[in-house]
């Protein structure tokens, strides 16, 4: 079946400082792949998205490129900032079958201190 | 421009009682997805349904578990006869119908935290 594999955390980073949080798949079909994210007592917020291998999804200043040779989704952002803290979520849809929903990886805290 | 309403926000049952959380999907959205997040765990599907539909249900205990989307009205997901196991946080997602569903991200609600007695 599907599954997502993320690195794990907590991952605490100083305010400027570059990000990189991995995450890898494994679909029968071509997927979709996404990233959420979810502040505290929140729900999951889409972050970024990428249909077909080579896309680069970017939103926020946070980029990942959906690499099918090695597939990877790993999320990066140049400088991070104490608002970026929050659990972060890879995720893909495979929609060669009639399957809808996402499977999640486990999901990465990152704590961004001033 | 109302988002993914769910409610309640926090539900607290003793063991052996009944749990109902609904789901408002974002107005237009004719999917609804229900998620469940174990404590520090990442969200695991449990079902997917149109109106008045059940498309795949994979997700969900054999048991205690079920879920609907009436033609009028939210979401409904049902917890028979709660034990502490259940205790989790429940997000609803939606998203609008259509041949390209791939390119039509699922929305998430804030959630429904359970905590069981």
């Known amino acids: 079946g599907d599954s997502v594999t993320q690195m794990e955390g907590p991952v605490t980073l100083s305010e400027e400082a570059f990000l990189t949080i991995n995450c890898t798949y494994t679909?029968?079909?071509?997927?979709?792949l996404f990233w959420y994210v979810q502040y505290p007592g929140e729900g999951l917020q889409l972050l970024l998205k990428?249909?077909?291998?080579?896309d680069k999804g970017s939103n926020k200043g946070f980029e990942a490129t959906y690499r099918k040779e090695t597939t990877s989704f790993h999320l990066e952002k140049g400088s991070v900032q104490v608002s970026d803290s929050a659990v972060y979520f890879c995720a893909l849809s495979d929609l060669s079958g009639s399957a809808r929903q996402l499977t999640f990886g486990s999901g990465t805290q990152l704590t961004v201190l001033p | 421009n109302a988002g993914v309403m769910q409610n309640p926000r926090h539900l607290v049952r003793r063991r052996g009682q009944e749990a109902r959380l609904r789901c408002s999907p974002m107005?237009?959205?004719?999917?609804v997805y229900w998620y469940r997040q174990l404590p520090e765990e990442g969200l695991k599907f449990m079902v997917y349904?149109?109106?008045?539909?059940?498309?795949?249900e994979s997700g969900m205990p054999k048991e205690r578990f079920s879920a609907e989307f009436p033609k009028e009205g939210p979401s409904i997901l049902r917890i028979q006869q709660v034990v502490r196991g259940d205790s989790a946080a429940y997000f609803c997602?939606?998203?609008?119908?259509?041949?390209?569903?791939?390119?039509?991200?699922?929305?998430f609600g804030d959630g429904t935290r359970l905590s069981i007695l």
């Open positions: 997602a939606s998203s609008p119908g259509g041949q390209a569903v791939s390119n039509q991200p699922q929305h």
């Open positions: 990428a249909t077909k291998a080579d």
């Open positions: 107005k237009g959205h004719s999917h």
């Open positions: 349904l149109q109106k008045e539909n059940i498309i795949d």
């Open positions: 679909a029968t079909g071509y997927p979709s």
